[in-house]
């Protein structure tokens, strides 16, 4: 069974840090790109920040330069760290692993963790 759990979300001020963490288990951590999006109310859910395994990484031009995605392959977790939040931060982030091998699909959601800035 696969399963992503995220956690680290809260309420902080603005130009504050908080780290987002998302725990798989059930599959090959290192066939799967791991991605960061976020949506806000009434807004569509965005792409925040993507790496491979292989460490190539895009961004939002949104977060560019205040986010930090990175993964850690023994612990089949990736992270999001977030400087300097702003109070258009605020959003459920998500976290999603799709698989990069074509004989194994495969695209998968955690349940989401909410992220509050306060102005």
């Known amino acids: 069974q696969v399963q992503l759990v995220e956690s680290g979300g809260g309420l902080m001020q603005a130009g504050g840090s908080l780290r987002l963490s998302c725990a798989t288990s059930?599959?090959?951590?290192?066939?799967?790109?791991m991605t960061w999006y976020r949506q806000a109310p009434g807004k569509q859910r965005e792409l925040v920040a993507s790496?491979?395994?292989?460490?190539?990484?895009n961004y939002a031009d949104s977060v560019k330069g205040r986010f930090a995605i990175s993964r850690d392959n023994a612990k089949n977790t990736v992270y999001l760290q977030m400087n300097s939040l702003k109070p258009e931060d605020t959003a459920v982030y998500y976290c999603?692993?799709?698989?990069?091998?074509?004989?194994?699909?495969?695209?998968?959601w955690g349940q989401g963790t909410q992220v509050t800035v306060s102005s």
């Open positions: 059930g599959i090959t951590f290192s066939r799967y790109v």
């Open positions: 999603n692993a799709h698989s990069v091998v074509a004989s194994i699909p495969g695209d998968y």
């Open positions: 790496r491979t395994s292989a460490g190539i990484t």
